[in-house]
Structures are given as structure tokens and as C-alpha cells.
């Protein structure tokens, strides 16, 4: 079901809905809103602010019940953190705890007090809100979807409420469902998502937006191979389903001026087996999100034609299955590749640093002011960071700076990593230009570095998103399951891209 979410100038104290949420800021308990609920609410949510030991810090909550005192049933305290550094990241992720909390608890509406006028609070609450009441239950029986879902969201503003109001709304719940495609993406099952039916997937994204500038075209397994995406070609033989080059682009539909030209890059390995190399079987069910890459990107193109930048944008995703067959690619196998260096395979289970380098090859075709690629790539980089943070590699100091200021604006956790020089000899190989792993010691690097040789000398950020693509247990503004991680931002950085007059990104 839709989220309906709606804006309001109602007073929250008396709105009519399941729950009410309000977002606390650290140490501030007794002060407007919250004073006046306190007052209405007695010793009740006084004392359960204490056994809750709630105090505002970000993340914290505190459900109180109303007893009848309010039209809501009940209430849902928020923090937000320090007062003086609370940011809209803050404020969307409040926005989805609230979510959450009302969803779980069969809450079919709620409303989220806005008490300050500050400009983009409406938005982010109408983000946050849909990214915490996501459900993934496309492939449940009808009795075993919930039966109480949050369907409506009311934002209550001390705004004035008009069209510019509501269009601002409208528009943030779009650019959050766009993001949620990604969730999606990386939730349904390999037997679902292939390379075809990711690249039909793609098509008709692109022809729902094909107005807003949207375009894609996709090459199938003869064409790539005659292409000469040979590393691609090789990944996939060892399945039923052949590989697929998806290229979305967009260009805003009015703009005649010279844009910069940005390129995404996505791994879309719909399902990892590990191929010859196969994996165990412990954990072999979460490699149908080794696509996780590839959904940012199909995301991220679907919320680049909402929020129309001044861009020339391309989405390229490099799509295979990785399978055990007869015809599999081996250890030991020497490969050309699109760019021509030659490459000699010695794991089939590090399969995606294959399908992205000659994704980037083609990329450097279009001849690109910037080149992201982002990738399920390596455990070596959850091991390092944990599977709650991105690690990411850049051949320009200015662009990690502003990847940075990106993340943090987005409230997604990134962390740049060293491309350390020296372990580029682990790559090299006695029958080919280079091997396309080293060993086990520094493996998140020196998969960076292997790309790097196939980016030229453009301007590249290489993001590894591992451990946060997919979580175990819903966490900050992500459910269980495929996250999307990513998505806010690329599109951040897009717009810090646009506005760099050139010399950041040295």
C-alpha cells in the first residue's frame, strides 16, 4: 500500500491519529511543545521519560501512552541530539525511528509535529517517514502481509501551508521511493532478478521518466561480446542467464548549454555462487544482494529525473549471475578486457572487479568530467569497517573532501581508505598485464587499485559498500534487508560536482 503523507497546519495536541510523533532535542525537556505535553499528559509521561532515562540523545525514544488525554493514542518522543548541531540527516532519521515505531506497533496513521520553521524540515520528515515505514512484502500470502500498516503521515508545520509546501512534500516523498527502489531491488529473490529482468527493470524506469530526460539502452550477450566486454562475457558464462550492459542517461530536456558529464557505476552480479571458486553454504542466500551496486544506480537515476539536476548524467551497470557450469571461467584463465589489458583470473569468487572494469572502460568512452563506481566488493572492507560504513578510495584529494561533505549532509556512514601504493605489486602477473587479486592482506585495497587501472586519468571515487548494502536488523533510516545505502549520497555529490568550478577534484 501507498504511503499517503499529507502537511498540515493543525495543532499537534489536538490532531486526531494513532500516534503522534515530536522530535526532542539533548536537554531540552520542559520548553514549548513538549512543556504543553507534559501539562496535558501528568505524571505519566514523567515518569516514563525517567524509567526510559530518555534525555534526547540522537537515536533515543520514549512511547508513552495518552490514556484518552489526546486525540492520538499515543505519543512518540524522538531525539535528536545536541541542540546546536542538530542537522536535516537528524531530522530524517527521527523521522524514520518515528516510522518505524508506529509501523511495528500496528499504527496506521501518524502524525510528526514540525515546531520550528526551519527550511527543509518538511522534506526530510517526509523522507525519513517513508524510509521507516518500508516493507518488502511483495512475495507474502495475503494473510501473512501485515494487516495494520502505516498508511497515512501527517506533517503538522507551524508553516503556512500552500503549494510551494505541499510541491516540497510531494517532491521528497517521490525522491525517498526512488530511493527505495534500491531496497527492492537487492530484496527480491535471484530466481526474479537476473541480467535480463534487471535490465527490463531499467527500461521501464527510463520510459516512466523519459520526460524528465531519462533514457536506457541495454546490450545483450552477443553484442557485449562483440563489444569486446570480454571481462563481463567471462564472468557470465557460467550461466543459463547471459550477462547484460545496462547504460541509463539522463540530460535535463531544456538545458542546451554545455553540462558536465558525471558516470555511475554499479556491480550487478544478481546472484553470487562464487563460480568455480564456489562459496560455502552458510550465507550463500545473501548473495542474491551481490547486486546491490547496480539497484543504487537504477535508484539513483530514478531520483536524479525528480530532482533534475544541470547535468549530463550516465548510469552504467555491469550485469551478470556468477555460476558453477561447464563452460565457467577458471583460475588460471587469461582474459583481454574492454580497455585491452590483459588480465589473469586467479579466484572466480572476486568476480566483481571484472564486470566493473570493463564497465569503467566504457565509461572512459564518454569522456567524463568524474567516474563513480560503487560495488558489493570485498569482506576484507566489512572486516575493516564493520557492516554499517562504506569504504572509499579516490586518485584526487579534493574529491574525498567532497565525498565526505556529501556523506555527512546524507547521514550515511563512509570512510575514505588508503590505495596504498606498494601492494600494487601483489597484482602483478608472470602471464598477463595483471592479476586481478592479490592475497587476503589488504584485499579491500588492492581491488581498488585494480580498478584504478582501468579509469585512465579521470577524476574517481571507487566506493565499497559491502557491509552496509544489506542489514541484518533495521537500523537509523534503513529496515532489514536491502538498504540503499548510497543513493543519498551520490545525489549530495552530484550537486557539490556541479557547483566545483573544476579545481576541487586535484
Not at 100 to 114: D, E, K, M, P, Y
Not at 121 to 131: M, R
Not at 276 to 292: A, Q, R, S, T
Not at 406 to 434: I, N, Q, Y
Amino acid at each position: 500500500m501507498a504511503l499517503k503523507i499529507t502537511v498540515s497546519s493543525s495543532d499537534p495536541l489536538q490532531f486526531s491519529a494513532d500516534a503522534l510523533a515530536i522530535g526532542v532535542a539533548e536537554g531540552v525537556r520542559r520548553t514549548g511543545l513538549l512543556r504543553d505535553l507534559l501539562k496535558l499528559l501528568g505524571g505519566t509521561a514523567n515518569k516514563a521519560i525517567k524509567r526510559g532515562e530518555f534525555t534526547g540523545k540522537k537515536g533515543q525514544t520514549c512511547d508513552i501512552a495518552t490514556g484518552g488525554a489526546l486525540k492520538a493514542g499515543r505519543v512518540i518522543l524522538v531525539g535528536l541530539g545536541d541542540l546546536d548541531a542538530v542537522t536535516l540527516a537528524d531530522v530524517r532519521l527521527a523521522a524514520a525511528t518515528a516510522a518505524r515505531l508506529a509501523s511495528s506497533g500496528n499504527c496506521t496513521t501518524l502524525a510528526v509535529a514540525i515546531s520550528e520553521p526551519n527550511e527543509g524540515l518538511e522534506a526530510a520528515v517526509a523522507q525519513g517517514a517513508v524510509f521507516g515505514a518500508y516493507r518488502f512484502e511483495r512475495f507474502k500470502s495475503a494473510d501473512q502481509v501485515g494487516k495494520f500498516p502505516l498508511g497515512k503521515v501527517s506533517l503538522l508545520t507551524v508553516k503556512k501551508v500552500n503549494a510551494d509546501l505541499r510541491a516540497v512534500v510531494t517532491d521528497a516523498q517521490r525522491f525517498a521511493e526512488a530511493v527505495c527502489i534500491a531496497r527492492d531491488l537487492v530484496n527480491t529473490p535471484p530466481n526474479e532478478l537476473y541480467p535480463e529482468s534487471l535490465a527490463n527493470i531499467a527500461k521501464e524506469l527510463a520510459k516512466e521518466h523519459k520526460a524528465a530526460g531519462l533514457s536506457c539502452s541495454v546490450l545483450g550477450p552477443k553484442q557485449l561480446k562483440d563489444k569486446g566486454m570480454v571481462l563481463l562475457d567471462a564472468v557470465g558464462r557460467g550461466s543459463e542467464r547471459g550477462p547484460r550492459f545496462i547504460h541509463m542517461k539522463y540530460r535535463p530536456p531544456k538545458s542546451n548549454k554545455k553540462l558536465k558529464r558525471l558516470v555511475f557505476v554499479g556491480k550487478g552480479v544478481t546472484f553470487d555462487s562464487g563460480g568455480l571458486c564456489i562459496k560455502p553454504g552458510p550465507g550463500m542466500d545473501e548473495m542474491k544482494g551481490d547486486m546491490g551496486g547496480a539497484a543504487n544506480i537504477v535508484a539513483l537515476m530514478a531520483a536524479v529525473a525528480i530532482a533534475q539536476p544541470e547535468a549530463e548524467i550516465h548510469g552504467l551497470i555491469a550485469a551478470a549471475e556468477n555460476m558453477p557450469d561447464g563452460n565457467a571461467y577458471r583460475p588460471g584463465d587469461v582474459f583481454g578486457s574492454y580497455l585491452g589489458k590483459t588480465v589473469e583470473i586467479i579466484n572466480t569468487d572476486a568476480e566483481g572487479r571484472l564486470v566493473l572494469a570493463d564497465a569503467l572502460a566504457y565509461g572512459l568512452e564518454l569522456e567524463p568530467d568524474f567516474m563513480l563506481d560503487n560495488a558489493t566488493l570485498t569482506g576484507a572492507c566489512v572486516v575493516a569497517l564493520g557492516p554499517t560504513v562504506s569504504g572509499y578510495f579516490t586518485n584526487r584529494d579534493g574529491l574525498a573532501d567532497q565525498l565526505a561533505a556529501a556523506a555527512k549532509t546524507a547521514g550515511e556512514a563512509m570512510w575514505r581508505l588508503p590505495l596504498v601504493e606498494e601492494l600494487r605489486e601483489k597484482l602483478k602477473s608472470d602471464t598477463a598485464d595483471l592479476k586481478h587479486m592479490g592475497d587476503r592482506w589488504g584485499g579491500a585495497i588492492t581491488a581498488g587499485l585494480f580498478l584504478r587501472e582501468f579509469v585512465g586519468n579521470v577524476p574517481w571515487i571507487h566506493v565499497d559498500v559491502a557491509g552496509p548494502s544489506m542489514a541484518d536488523k533495521a537500523y537509523g533510516i534503513y529496515t532489514k534487508g536491502g538498504t540503499g545505502h548510497g543513493v543519498l549520497t551520490f545525489l549530495e555529490l552530484i550537486y557539490l560536482l556541479i557547483a566545483a568550478d573544476g579545481e576541487d577534484a586535484s
